[in-house]
């Protein structure tokens, strides 16, 4: 309808849906799910409280549908949300979308997955995201942050 055909600029496994809109399927709901992870935090862990995604769709999601719900700017160290930053943010409380929690681990003291977001027309990777909160970060973000880069 769309007339492009069936336009493809990743290898990962076909969904129902081509991948330029199933790309951006379930991020209203991605975004809720944070929003409901960060409103259970206490004021004082809000203002603390920095969004971290393992890619750059992921962060878009938060930051197109997140400022109507009063969520910080998404942390991403992929491609050029590298290049934006921590924001000033200190990360001592972060709710991390996507990956292990060994990828937190070694930064925090504590992470624990509290939510799934799942949604059946995303793309497979998107699919089973798990939502991690993370608290008593071991050393600053700003030297964290260089070793975040990811340009694939």
Known sequence: ALGMGEVKTENHQATALPQHLADRFGWPELTAQVTQVYRAL???EQAQTSLYTQNYGEAGALDFFGPQYG???????HN???LWGTHGQSGQ?????????????PFFTSVEQVALHTHEYAMPYER?????????LKVPLAQIWPAAKRYI
């Open 71 to 77: 969520l910080p700017p998404a942390l991403c160290g």
């Open 80 to 82: 050029n949300y590298w």
């Open 128 to 136: 089973d995201l798990p939502i991690f909160l993370c608290r008593g």
């Open 42 to 44: 206490s004021p004082a």
């Open 93 to 105: 409380v972060l709710i991390g979308v996507g990956g292990h929690p060994d990828d937190y681990r």
